[in-house]
């Protein structure tokens, strides 16, 4: 399984984009890159993934890197309810998600 | 969007007691569900993939005999923590994957907390 590198914490101002870099320099041609948040005491909310195109839907954009080793979540006007804790996963080829330490996201007012 | 149902959200019991946990998909049936826990200020761990009709499957280290699942229909699995103890205590979450191609994201439920008294 290929393994994330996330920093553990950013601050962003509410309005502006935050960008949420990850790195997965190991991944396998065939694994895909996925995204949850989870806001404190609730259970992971899926936020989108992709394979090797950039991939965009209401919530955010992905950015993958045309060697696929990192990637970058767009939100693109974050709010105070975009405060959380953001995992980048690359999906097993067992079909299991493992979840790493994530982003700590705080949005300031 | 896809939609998982957990219930209860909430229980304190005392120790000894088993606790059943319900996880549902509502729009979807799910032949893939699992189960996740999660201590304070730690991430998710995977405890077990639960299959519709089938055993589940256990992670390293997870009792069996002690968390049980059963998945009998497509839309439900229960988690069952048997005598329960105070170092049970912990957020247990459920997820469940549409079954439209092995890529699909899983979806997850809201979480249990759990309390051993």
Same mark, same amino acid.
């Given at each position: 399984?290929?393994? *994330?590198?996330?920093? *553990?914490?950013?601050?962003?101002?509410?309005?502006?984009?935050?960008?949420?870099?990850? !790195?997965?320099? @190991?991944?396998?041609?065939?694994?895909?890159?996925?995204?949850? &948040?989870?806001?404190?005491?609730?259970?992971?909310?899926?936020?989108?993934?992709?394979?090797?195109? !950039?991939? *965009? !839907?209401?919530?955010?954009?992905?950015?993958?890197?045309?060697? &696929?080793?990192?990637? @970058?979540?767009?939100?693109?006007?974050? @709010?105070? &309810?975009?405060?959380?804790?953001?995992?980048?996963?690359?999906?097993?080829?067992?079909?299991?998600?493992?979840?790493? *330490?994530? @982003?700590?996201?705080?949005?300031?007012? | =969007?896809?939609?998982?149902?957990?219930?209860? /959200?909430?229980?304190?019991?005392?120790? +000894?007691?088993?606790?059943?946990?319900?996880?549902?998909?509502?729009?979807?049936?799910?032949?893939?569900?699992?189960?996740?826990?999660?201590?304070?200020?730690? /991430?998710?761990?995977?405890?077990?993939?639960?299959?519709? +009709?089938?055993?589940?499957?256990?992670?390293? =280290?997870?009792?069996?005999?002690?968390?049980?699942?059963?998945?009998?229909?497509?839309?439900?699995?229960?988690?069952?923590?048997?005598?329960?103890?105070?170092?049970?205590?912990?957020?247990?979450?459920?997820?469940?994957?549409?079954?439209? =191609?092995?890529?699909?994201?899983?979806?997850? =439920?809201? +979480?249990?907390?759990?309390?051993?008294?």
């Amino acid at each position: 399984d290929a393994k *994330t590198t996330q920093p *553990t914490s950013m601050d962003c101002a509410e309005g502006r984009a935050a960008n949420l870099p990850c !790195n997965h320099s @190991t991944i396998s041609g065939n694994e895909y890159v996925y995204w949850y &948040r989870q806001i404190h005491s609730q259970g992971p909310q899926y936020i989108i993934h992709g394979l090797k195109n !950039n991939e *965009t !839907n209401e919530m955010a954009s992905l950015i993958i890197t045309e060697d &696929r080793k990192s990637s @970058t979540l767009i939100l693109p006007h974050a @709010t105070l &309810r975009d405060t959380a804790v953001y995992y980048c996963i690359v999906m097993a080829g067992n079909e299991k998600l493992t979840f790493g *330490t994530g @982003t700590r996201l705080t949005i300031i007012p | =969007g896809a939609v998982v149902s957990q219930h209860p /959200s909430w229980v304190i019991c005392k120790s +000894g007691t088993s606790v059943k946990i319900e996880c549902r998909s509502l729009d979807f049936q799910a032949t893939t569900m699992f189960w996740y826990r999660q201590f304070p200020k730690q /991430s998710l761990m995977l405890m077990a993939t639960s299959n519709e +009709g089938s055993k589940a499957t256990y992670e390293q =280290g997870v009792e069996k005999d002690k968390f049980l699942i059963n998945h009998a229909s497509l839309t439900l699995s229960t988690l069952t923590v048997t005598s329960a103890h105070p170092e049970d205590s912990s957020f247990y979450i459920c997820s469940a994957r549409e079954p439209t =191609g092995k890529r699909q994201p899983q979806h997850f =439920g809201d +979480g249990t907390r759990l309390s051993i008294l």
